[in-house]
């Protein structure tokens, strides 16, 4: 019998998240700082938010004067896609202590959530727990250093940086795609929704990105084989 | 400067229930298998449109970088290196694109 994986495999497995993170951090706190935003303002984004497209934006809508309970919905809206990926990682666990399941949750973002849920076989708490720790701590720091000694590195080091999220992005999907072609389908399929619903310019943009999300998920289930999936539960 | 307290908590909040609710409701009952499907499908789709949307929404100055980047991090992958390797290749392509040569 196979061993569940436990707290160490959660650190191990977070590493290359931490190695995404820091640098994405790095590029927050530093634009937190050129934003104005304070060194305690800009660690509690990161502490008490821990979601990086939603920190971004926050900070993008603050420098277009968007007032503030505008920006709250605006998160809201953005972070709908987290009601997907709580409720698909619900099915996945195992026996949890309902205690836990705060904690699980407050870790639960785009790239924690996409390294369990390609993880084979139930996970639990420690597992998740290794897994979410690391990237927050990695979040957190790389925050600080970006606003404390971002301004020092040179420009052309500070936009790298920032392609690291895309690249961790494709990282994850690559070697789905290489076990399963519905998975390339998949994720161009949602690709060009967006750029469909974004042109057209229906919803804002955080909701064209969960509409296009929704819709391909959705046509998946009427178009894909039964192969995905089921097997990965 | 000003504080962005109230911002921050109100984020918090926000950003906080879509990731708590489906734990606590969902986590008892079994689910249909369409729904199950459709909730298995959800990573591969978001990744996707992510990935898009990152591409579609880079300043323009940055686009060349960010598919240069994109497109190493696929070739690394997919010739079995490891995220991390992927990741670190990916941002010194981009340097290399952006670099003021």
């Not at chain 1, 229906?202 to 178009?223: E, N, P």
């Not at chain 2, 489906?22 to 199950?36: A, G, T």
Request: hydrophobic share 55%.
């Amino acid at each position: 019998m196979r061993q569940e994986p436990g707290l160490r495999d959660g650190l191990v497995d977070g590493i290359p998240l931490v190695v995404g993170f820091f640098p994405v951090a790095m590029a927050f706190g530093l634009m937190a700082k050129t934003t104005d935003v304070s060194l305690v303002d800009t660690c509690l984004f990161s502490l008490a938010v821990f979601a990086g497209a939603s920190q971004f934006m926050a900070l993008d809508l603050i420098k277009a004067g968007i007032a503030i309970p505008d920006i709250i919905l605006a998160t809201f809206l953005l972070n709908l896609r987290h009601l997907m990926m709580s409720a698909s990682l619900a099915l996945r666990l195992k026996e949890v202590k309902k205690s836990l399941l705060p904690l699980i949750a407050f870790g639960v973002t785009d790239e924690t959530f996409s390294v369990a849920s390609l993880k084979s076989g139930k996970i639990g708490a420690p597992y998740l727990l290794g897994l979410n720790g690391i990237a927050y701590g990695a979040w957190a720091g790389g925050t600080v250093a970006g606003y404390l000694v971002g301004k020092v590195l040179p420009m052309a080091v500070q936009n790298s940086l920032g392609v690291g999220l895309y690249a961790l992005f494709m990282a994850i999907l690559v070697p789905e795609m290489k076990k399963d072609n519905g998975v390339l389908l998949l994720a161009a399929l949602s690709g060009l929704v967006y750029l469909l619903i974004d042109r057209v310019a229906v919803f804002s943009s955080g909701w064209s990105l969960i509409a296009a999300i929704i819709a391909a998920a959705a046509m998946g289930v009427l178009v894909l084989k039964d192969t995905l999936g089921e097997g990965q539960g | 400067m000003t504080t962005y307290l109230p911002l921050i908590i109100g984020m918090m909040i926000v950003t906080y229930l879509p990731r708590l609710l489906p734990l606590i409701i969902l986590s008892k009952h079994p689910l249909p298998s369409p729904v199950r499907r459709f909730l298995c499908y959800i990573p591969y789709a978001a990744l996707g449109a992510l990935i898009v949307r990152g591409v579609a929404q880079s300043a323009s100055g940055m686009t060349p970088a960010t598919l240069v980047g994109i497109a190493v991090a696929a070739l690394f992958t997919f010739l079995g290196g490891g995220l991390v390797v992927s990741v670190m290749a990916s941002i010194v392509a981009a340097y290399f694109v952006l670099a003021p040569w």
